[in-house]
């Protein structure tokens, strides 16, 4: 587990307080549920992401295996529907390649912005009325 001491003030893309990705499976650089970041996170874990199948299977093709369980990291593998703090890199990724999951953007880390757009996000947004 990463240590906390250099994490970046939890602010959302709305520059509100963060909320919570996922606890179970808990995600996030930290493994605390939240999509937070710091100097350390190189991947930018930050967009909290509901994983589809598409997405799940472009992850597989791009080089990152998401769906098998890899019980020696303690990661019980995620099923569509699981949410999960994406790099914001990736998400981009698949947003060209059209498999872009939906996103909750109350727990995506402000920090995404400077990956990806907000017109974008919002266009895949599970929480905007």
């Given at each position: 587990?990463?240590?906390?001491?250099?994490?970046?003030?939890?602010?959302?893309?709305f520059g509100e307080t963060l909320v919570?990705?996922?606890?179970?499976?808990?995600?996030?650089?930290f493994r605390?549920?939240?999509c937070s970041t710091s100097d350390e996170d190189r991947?930018?874990?930050?967009?909290?992401?509901a994983m589809t199948a598409s997405f799940l299977e472009f992850s597989k093709r791009a080089g990152n295996d998401l769906s098998t369980p890899?019980?020696?990291?303690?990661?019980?593998?995620?099923?569509?529907?699981?949410r999960?703090?994406?790099?914001?890199?990736r998400w981009q990724q698949a947003l060209e390649a059209g498999a872009a999951p939906h996103v909750v953007l109350g727990?995506?880390?402000r920090r995404a912005l400077e990956h990806?757009?907000?017109?974008?996000?919002?266009?895949?947004?599970?929480?905007?009325a």
């Amino acid at each position: 587990m990463a240590a906390n001491d250099n994490k970046e003030e939890d602010l959302n893309v709305f520059g509100e307080t963060l909320v919570s990705c996922s606890i179970d499976p808990v995600t996030g650089f930290f493994r605390d549920g939240c999509c937070s970041t710091s100097d350390e996170d190189r991947g930018r874990h930050v967009v909290c992401a509901a994983m589809t199948a598409s997405f799940l299977e472009f992850s597989k093709r791009a080089g990152n295996d998401l769906s098998t369980p890899r019980p020696e990291f303690g990661f019980p593998g995620l099923k569509p529907g699981d949410r999960w703090c994406l790099c914001a890199d990736r998400w981009q990724q698949a947003l060209e390649a059209g498999a872009a999951p939906h996103v909750v953007l109350g727990a995506t880390h402000r920090r995404a912005l400077e990956h990806v757009d907000l017109a974008d996000l919002k266009r895949h947004a599970l929480d905007l009325a």
